[in-house]
C-alpha cells in the first residue's frame, strides 16, 4: 500500500475564506489521497472549500449541534471512499475557555485505497495558553488528559490495519507526555528527532507542535510545506496560516 497524506491547521482568523481559497487551489492540483484539516470552524468556509476540491468527493466533518459550527473544526478529504467515520470527543476539562464551544476531539476515518484499506486519526488538542509544559500546569494538564483519551481510542482499533494520526496536538514532540503517548499506543513518530518548528516563529516560538504518528510497519517520508507566502484575490501577499502543513508519503512493509 502506498498513500500521500496532508495535514494543516488552516487558521480561522483573519481572511480566512480568502486562504481557504488558496489552499483548495493548492490541494486541488497536488497528488495527496488524504487530507486533515484543523481549524475549519465555519460551515460556509466549509463548503467553499468543498466546491473548489473536486477531486476530493469524498469527506467527513460532524455539525456542532446547536452551534452553527464544524465539530471540533476538523474536515478529513479524501480522493478515495471513506467507508467509516466517527468523532471521539474530549472531556471539558478545566479551566473553562471558549475552545469548550468547539467540542474538541479526534476525527476517526477509515479509507478504503485501492490496494487497501487506511484508518486515518485527525485531531486537534486544546491550546497551552500559557505556552508551559510543565508538569503541573494546568493546561498541559488539559492535554494531557486528552492524550490519553486519544490513546485509548486508537488501542480499540484493530492493531493489524495500517493506521495513521496526525494533526495540530498543540504539544511539543519533545514533552515527556508527548512521548508517553506515543508509548501507549505503540505508534511510530514519523519526525521523532526532528525539531525544525511546525509553528510559524515569527508568531510564536513554541516548536514542533503538528505530529504525524503511523503504525509499526508503516513507514512514512515527511516533509514541512506551505512555509512561503501567498497572494491572496485581492493581491494582498500574506501566510496560508500561523502553522506549516506536514506531507508524508505512507507505504507497508509489503510494498
Known sequence: MKARVLTFNTLFRGQARARIGVL????????HDVVCLQEVISPRVLALLRRAVPSYPYAASFPMLPLPLVRGGLVTLSRHPITRRHFQPFPLARPARP????????LFTRVRLPAGHLTVVNTHLSA????????????ANVEQSELRHLASAINRIDRSEPLVAMGDFNVPRDSPYFQEFVSATGLEDALAGDTEPTFRPDYADIGAIDQLLVRPGTHATTRLVFKEAIQLITGASTVLSDHYGIEATLTTDDV
Open 128 to 139: 497551552n495558553m500559557d505556552m508551559d509544559w510543565s508538569p503541573g500546569n494546568r493546561y
Open 24 to 31: 483548495a487551489g493548492l490541494i486541488e492540483q497536488a497528488d
Open 99 to 106: 475552545e469548550w464551544l468547539l467540542g474538541k476531539g479526534a
